[in-house]
């Protein structure tokens, strides 16, 4: 089995690229990864000797390209986690979530179409769903919910997700989706929440909690999320998408103060700042058919998933120091450099 994995330098990729390698060492994982500011190669340190790994550096958006590594590999699967990911800054530069996350995605579809595939797997969010509302703790997504967008990320993911069913419905390509809630754990770009408020408060900077903190999100360790792309793509049905999701729903000032706490360092360190245009207020995911279909079911929840992934930034310094320097940047070249 022959498997492309795009985007494994980020942060789920890496993690999915990790458990994919180690658990199936007679498969064939292939990195397909352009290397944005978001990707690093460092993640992938513990897996980059094994004789069952390669990476391989491109733009899923460049179709001469990508037709090119499909006519040599000849994948069996794709699993498309590449994406610009980050919410923050599609507000400021939508185009680039338009080119990685539509164009991106129907390159790759054309080139499953044209050489063939036993399956395509798209990582989607449940960001395609919209928020809920504060009041309303009896509602959740489910898989039938209708799509509803927020920012120009969510929006890019949907027009993306739609157009993996499409290709489904109108040419018979053999798709799965997944619709995954907000992720936390290791290899985490301190961009994004959790390890930006973990790095910040070593370094008794202030946090910054944005609007008033009641925001809500249903968090999930990355590790059940890779072990439920795992299931579906052994024993998914065709066409079909599924939910994933904890019931772990915590407002960002919980998540804040559960961390400060862990680290014995004073609320005094939040700062409430402007709040994010177009705030989604609350996501939460139904995983009924994952659970019941496939047997899906989380092995952490988020009290002791947070702990772990705190310790784990603690005594994994230098990945994400630098990241902050920089110098993360510079592995490829000195991995790559005389091979290329
Ligand atoms: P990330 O930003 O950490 O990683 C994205 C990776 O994609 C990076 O390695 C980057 O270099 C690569 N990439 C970007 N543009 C590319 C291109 N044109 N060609 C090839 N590679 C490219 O993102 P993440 O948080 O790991 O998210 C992975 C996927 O999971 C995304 O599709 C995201 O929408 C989805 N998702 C994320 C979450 C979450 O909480 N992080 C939740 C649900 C779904
Ligand atoms: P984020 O990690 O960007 O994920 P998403 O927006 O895709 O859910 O943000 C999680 C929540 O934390 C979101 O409600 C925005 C909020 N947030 C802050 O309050 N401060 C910050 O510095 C960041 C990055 C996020």
Known sequence: MKIIVTGGA????????????????????????????????????????????????G??????FVFKLFEEEKPDIVVNFAAESHVDRSITDPEAFVRTNV???TTLLDACRTYGIKRYHQVSTDEVYGDLPLDRPDLFFTETTPLHTSSPYSSSKAGADLFVLAYHRTYGLPVTVSRCSNNYGPYHFPEKLIPLMISRALAD??????????NVRDWLHVSDHCEAIDLILHKG??????????????????????????????????????????????YAIDPT????????????????????????????QD????????EYSQYFEKMYGDRL
Do not use: C
Not at 252 to 261: A, F, G, P, Y
Not at 291 to 309: C, M, S, V
Not at 319 to 326: A, D, E, F, P, V
């Open 103 to 105: 164009m991106g995605t």
């Open 237 to 282: 049905r065709v066409g079909e998408i599924y939910n994933i999701g904890g019931h772990n729903e915590r407002t960002n000032l919980e998540v804040v103060k559960t961390i400060l706490k862990a680290l014995d360092k004073p609320e005094s360190l939040i700062r409430y700042v402007k709040d994010r245009p177009g705030h989604d207020r609350r």
């Open 10 to 57: 980020g942060f789920i990729g890496g993690n999915f690229v990790h458990h994919m390698v180690n658990k199936y060492p007679e498969y064939q994982i292939i990195n397909l990864d352009l290397l944005t500011y978001a990707g690093n190669l460092e993640t992938l340190k513990p897996v980059e000797n094994k004789p069952n790994y390669k990476f391989v550096h």
């Open 205 to 214: 900077e202030e946090l910054p909690v944005y609007g008033d903190g009641a």
């Open 319 to 326: 990945w994400w120091k630098h990241i902050l320097s920089g």
């Open 59 to 64: 733009d899923i958006a460049d179709r001469d």
């Open 289 to 316: 058919k994952i659970e019941t279909e496939l047997g899906w079911k989380p092995k952490y929840n988020f009290d002791t998933g947070i702990r772990q992934t705190i310790d784990w930034y603690l005594n994994n």
